[in-house]
């Protein structure tokens, strides 16, 4: 029992642990998941052109559309590419909109009537753009980004715990995000709570450039070695299909045959 608790104080568990954390925390207060939530009243308060039903219709297909393109392109872009993109993107979107809000003096959320604003002569169609925008543009990296970190930076030892524990607090995340979405629109206005979210973007950003290597087509104990200090993975993207080509064995499964013999 001791020495399996001993295999949480590592460093090859303590420092991937805490890139996913960032990664989490970053993907449920990047401003995203309070927009799908508050989505309707969102677009409500923005009088959408196409009404705010319609508009939450379509910022979920763009979500989905931004999960497609994401499996297409990580291969090839890598995950850090992608994830600058989708945090940058996400930020600029919300700048865009904070700014529009601000100008039009839209401070806080109208409240729920379930009457469609679509005809309404304040309708705007560059909320409603930016918006389904920052939602695509999260979906390509940062939404997706820790889920696919947890299967991949974690020791064979300490991946099933470490998985549970991450997916766990993640939802804690969120919940915080949701929770105080509302509080923060009424103490520092909507414009204001768009603009942090901007904020959270571009220092999320910076720090994910330091803190997150290049995993993406590298093997389990080049991940391991790297995060235990003894290997520097570097920022270049490894295709699976040269690593097959050129006969490169998957040193993990080597390094478990022997300890085992």
């Given at each position: 029992?001791?020495?399996?608790?001993?295999?949480?104080?590592?460093?090859?568990?303590f420092?991937?642990?805490?890139?996913?954390m960032?990664?989490f925390?970053?993907?449920q207060?990047s401003g995203?998941?309070?927009l799908?939530?508050?989505?309707v009243?969102i677009?409500s308060?923005?009088?959408?052109?196409?009404?705010?039903?319609?508009a939450t219709?379509?910022?979920?297909?763009?979500?989905?559309?931004?999960c497609?393109?994401?499996?297409?392109?990580?291969?090839?872009?890598?995950?850090?590419?992608?994830?600058f993109f989708?945090?940058?993107s996400?930020g600029?979107?919300?700048l865009?909109?904070a700014?529009?809000?601000?100008?039009?003096n839209?401070?806080?959320?109208?409240?729920f009537?379930?009457?469609?604003?679509s005809?309404?002569?304040?309708?705007?169609w560059i909320p409603?753009i930016f918006?389904?925008?920052?939602?695509?543009?999260?979906h390509?990296g940062?939404?997706?980004?820790?889920?696919?970190l947890?299967g991949e930076?974690?020791?064979?030892?300490t991946?099933?715990?470490?998985s549970?524990f991450?997916?766990?607090?993640s939802y804690i995340?969120?919940?915080?995000s949701i929770k105080?979405f509302?509080?923060?629109?009424?103490?520092i206005t909507?414009p204001?709570?768009?603009?942090m979210?901007c904020?959270?973007?571009v220092v999320?950003?910076i720090a994910?450039?330091?803190?997150?290597?290049e995993?993406e087509?590298?093997t389990l104990?080049?991940?391991?070695e790297?995060f235990?200090g003894?290997?520097?993975?570097?920022?270049?993207v490894?295709?699976?299909?040269d690593m097959k080509?050129?006969g490169e064995?998957?040193?993990?499964?080597?390094?478990?045959?022997?300890?085992?013999l």
């Amino acid at each position: 029992m001791v020495q399996k608790l001993e295999l949480f104080t590592k460093k090859n568990f303590f420092w991937p642990f805490c890139v996913v954390m960032l990664a989490f925390f970053l993907s449920q207060f990047s401003g995203t998941t309070p927009l799908q939530i508050y989505a309707v009243r969102i677009f409500s308060s923005f009088h959408a052109p196409i009404g705010e039903y319609y508009a939450t219709v379509a910022m979920g297909v763009a979500e989905v559309l931004g999960c497609v393109l994401s499996t297409c392109l990580v291969h090839y872009t890598g995950k850090r590419v992608m994830n600058f993109f989708s945090l940058l993107s996400c930020g600029a979107c919300f700048l865009i909109v904070a700014t529009f809000a601000y100008l039009n003096n839209i401070n806080h959320l109208e409240k729920f009537s379930g009457v469609s604003h679509s005809q309404s002569s304040r309708s705007s169609w560059i909320p409603l753009i930016f918006l389904i925008a920052a939602a695509f543009c999260t979906h390509t990296g940062i939404k997706l980004l820790p889920w696919m970190l947890i299967g991949e930076v974690f020791s064979n030892e300490t991946r099933a715990t470490a998985s549970g524990f991450a997916a766990a607090v993640s939802y804690i995340f969120g919940f915080i995000s949701i929770k105080v979405f509302l509080s923060l629109v009424e103490t520092i206005t909507l414009p204001g709570t768009l603009w942090m979210y901007c904020a959270i973007c571009v220092v999320g950003t910076i720090a994910l450039y330091f803190a997150l290597p290049e995993t993406e087509g590298k093997t389990l104990f080049e991940i391991t070695e790297h995060f235990a200090g003894n290997h520097e993975l570097g920022n270049k993207v490894t295709r699976i299909k040269d690593m097959k080509k050129n006969g490169e064995v998957n040193q993990a499964y080597v390094h478990n045959e022997e300890t085992r013999l």
